[in-house]
């Protein structure tokens, strides 16, 4: 199935797009559904049940903020982030279903976690239930976030017409790295061109696509920008102090005093890093690249590439950030459609090792690099992060997730670097590497994906 890359690289609000981004839109489905089958008037209750991975860690992730702002109506494009929107709820104990209609709501009771149980689609899942006044159930359904801030609804899950209706318009449909190679060999055209084709099918307006390219890389540099100028202690208990603005000041002093470090460049990629990675964790604006948990990763190295590995003031580079987000969404693809990005199902290999893949795949488009050596970065990008897995401490997206943000923009970097002196040719292709990423998830026990009952979270003293 081909995956838009205004789905790949989606806003969102943090702190993770499978339990906070993808929740949030759930809710708002259920209800907007609900309205086309009966008349809000007739709905008195609405429970909301968080199964498996969002129950564990709902409260550390958002979870629970995320559907009580989707049942309001509320998106990430929309929303004001300074809104107190859950203390009115809180305190009021009423809640405005799509800002329509009010009925009696309180968080403690009609959002219930069910720890215990994981439903048979996916570790993500939630059911939605509204009553009338008699207690009657007037509409379930169920949904699953499947990663990415990606959605499903149960009848989505098994019904394989929508995904072959959306194949049919699209004029360069791949299933692997193989057949994209392939597939622009024979066409003569780079991937970002590829893609570029395949979103013009589905919007068939160049300039709309360009505007919206260009949205993403505004919200993209937005949330470096926020990261860095905002100070203080991130929420959730742990009392994490934001390290952005620490570190920017300390660049700052050793700049102004002409201070001779080759490794600068290191320390501006950690900060761009870190300044996305605690905006995400304080549930601020960014972009699902290709998750919440792993968003640090492709700004940070877009940002490196504008500053410091542009080929030339003749280089078009707003064209260059483009294919680069356009290539990386294609990796992307493939991850999606052969592996994962949840860290729910595979570890945060799925996130940051796929955001990892991505970054080195376009920064080597960016910078000129053949469809080859664009594969060969992607693949060097996930060998080196196999088996990494997915252990926050106390559920909340900071520890490890903020410094592996750092890790993974640095490792994406160096990974364009030795593909680059290549002519593509390897070993390994990224196909091999993204099928053994997904049975290396496979294997991995369920208390290191997401679910914060192993590794970090259950050996850090006071977590």
Same mark, same amino acid.
């Given at each position: 199935?081909?995956?838009?890359?205004?789905?790949?690289?989606?806003?969102?609000?943090?702190?993770?797009?499978?339990?906070?981004?993808?929740?949030m839109?759930?809710?708002?489905?259920?209800?907007?559904?609900?309205?086309?089958?009966?008349?809000?008037?007739?709905?008195?209750?609405?429970?909301?049940?968080?199964?498996?991975?969002?129950?564990?860690?709902?409260?550390?992730?958002?979870t629970?903020?995320?559907?009580?702002?989707?049942?309001?109506?509320?998106?990430?494009?929309?929303?004001?982030?300074?809104?107190?929107?859950?203390?009115?709820?809180? *305190?009021?104990?009423?809640?405005?279903?799509?800002?329509?209609h009010? %009925? =009696?709501?309180? +968080?403690?009771?009609?959002? !219930? @976690?069910?720890k215990?149980?994981?439903?048979?689609?996916?570790?993500?899942?939630?059911?939605?239930?509204?009553?009338?006044?008699?207690?009657?159930?007037?509409?379930?359904?169920?949904?699953?976030s499947?990663?990415?801030?990606?959605?499903?609804?149960?009848?989505?899950?098994?019904?394989?017409?929508?995904?072959?209706?959306?194949?049919?318009?699209?004029?360069?449909?791949?299933?692997?790295?193989?057949?994209?190679?392939?597939?622009?060999?024979?066409?003569?055209?780079?991937?970002?061109?590829?893609?570029?084709?395949?979103?013009l099918?589905?919007?068939?307006?160049?300039?709309?696509?360009?505007? *919206?390219?260009?949205?993403v890389?505004?919200?993209?540099?937005?949330? %470096? =920008?926020?990261g +860095?100028?905002?100070?203080? !202690? @991130?929420?959730?208990?742990?009392?994490?102090?934001?390290?952005?603005?620490?570190?920017?000041?300390?660049?700052?002093?050793?700049?102004e005093?002409n201070?001779?470090?080759?490794?600068?460049?290191?320390?501006?990629?950690?900060?761009?890093?870190?300044?996305?990675?605690?905006?995400?964790?304080?549930?601020?604006?960014?972009?699902?690249?290709?998750?919440?948990?792993?968003?640090?990763?492709i700004?940070?190295?877009?940002?490196?590439?504008?500053?410091?590995?542009?080929?030339?003031?003749?280089?078009?580079?707003?064209?260059?950030?483009?294919?680069?987000?356009?290539?990386?969404?294609?990796?992307?693809?493939?991850?999606?459609?052969?592996?994962?990005?949840?860290?729910?199902?595979?570890?945060?290999?799925?996130?940051?090792?796929?955001?990892?893949?991505?970054?080195?795949?376009?920064?080597?488009?960016?910078?000129g690099?053949?469809?080859?050596?664009?594969?060969?970065?992607a693949?060097?990008?996930?060998?080196?992060?196999?088996?990494?897995t997915?252990?926050?401490?106390k559920?909340?997206?900071?520890?490890?997730?903020?410094?592996?943000?750092?890790?993974?923009?640095l490792?994406?970097?160096?990974?364009?670097?030795?593909?680059?002196k290549?002519?593509?040719?390897?070993?390994?292709?990224?196909?091999?590497?993204?099928?053994?990423?997904?049975?290396?998830?496979?294997?991995?026990k369920?208390?290191?994906?997401?679910?914060?009952?192993?590794?970090?979270?259950?050996?850090?003293?006071?977590?």
């Open positions: 199935m081909y995956i838009s890359v205004f789905d790949i690289f989606s806003v969102g609000v943090g702190p993770s797009s499978s339990h906070t981004v993808g929740p839109m759930a809710a708002r489905r259920y209800l907007l559904k609900l309205k086309e089958k009966c008349s809000f008037d007739k709905v008195a209750k609405v429970d909301v049940f968080l199964y498996g991975s969002l129950g564990l860690t709902g409260e550390g992730h958002g629970i903020r995320a559907v009580v702002l989707g049942l309001m109506g509320v998106t990430a494009e929309n929303m004001d982030i300074n809104e107190p929107y859950i203390m009115a709820v809180e *305190r009021d104990k009423k809640i405005s279903l799509l800002s329509e009010v %009925i =009696d709501f309180n +968080i403690e009771e009609n959002v !219930i @976690l069910v215990e149980t994981f439903l048979k689609e996916h570790a993500n899942g939630m059911i939605l239930k509204s009553y009338n006044e008699k207690g009657e159930v007037l509409f379930e359904d169920s949904y699953f499947i990663g990415g801030g990606f959605v499903l609804s149960k009848e989505e899950f098994y019904n394989s017409k929508i995904i072959d209706n959306i194949d049919k318009k699209i004029p360069y449909s791949f299933k692997s790295a193989e057949e994209l190679l392939e597939i622009v060999d024979e066409n003569n055209m780079s991937i970002a061109e590829l893609v570029l084709q395949n979103e099918a589905i919007s068939n307006d160049i300039d709309e696509i360009y505007d *919206r390219l260009d949205y890389k505004s919200i993209l540099d937005e949330s %470096i =920008d926020e +860095i100028k905002k100070e203080g !202690i @991130l929420p959730g208990g742990l009392d994490i102090e934001r390290r952005a603005p620490v570190i920017y000041k300390e660049i700052k002093r050793r700049f005093d201070y001779n470090d080759p490794l600068l460049i290191v320390d501006w990629v950690n900060l761009w890093s870190f300044a996305v990675a605690e905006e995400n964790a304080a549930g601020g604006r960014v972009v699902t690249a290709p998750t919440n948990g792993s968003a640090g990763v700004p940070s190295v877009i940002r490196y590439f504008e500053k410091y590995a542009v080929k030339s003031n003749m280089m078009d580079i707003e064209k260059a950030i483009r294919d680069f987000i356009l290539t990386a969404s294609a990796i992307a693809n493939l991850y999606k459609n052969n592996a994962s990005i949840a860290g729910a199902e595979v570890g945060c290999q799925g996130e940051i090792g796929v955001a990892c893949s991505m970054a080195a795949g376009g920064l080597v488009a960016a910078m690099g053949s469809p080859f050596q664009i594969e060969n970065a693949e060097i990008a996930m060998e080196h992060n196999l088996g990494l997915c252990d926050p401490i559920g909340l997206v900071q520890i490890p997730c903020i410094e592996r943000n750092a890790f993974g923009s490792k994406a970097i160096n990974a364009a670097r030795i593909a680059l290549s002519d593509g040719k390897h070993f390994v292709s990224l196909d091999k590497v993204i099928k053994t990423m997904y049975q290396t998830g496979k294997d991995m369920s208390t290191y994906k997401e679910t914060s009952l192993g590794g970090l979270a259950v050996n850090v003293v006071d977590c």
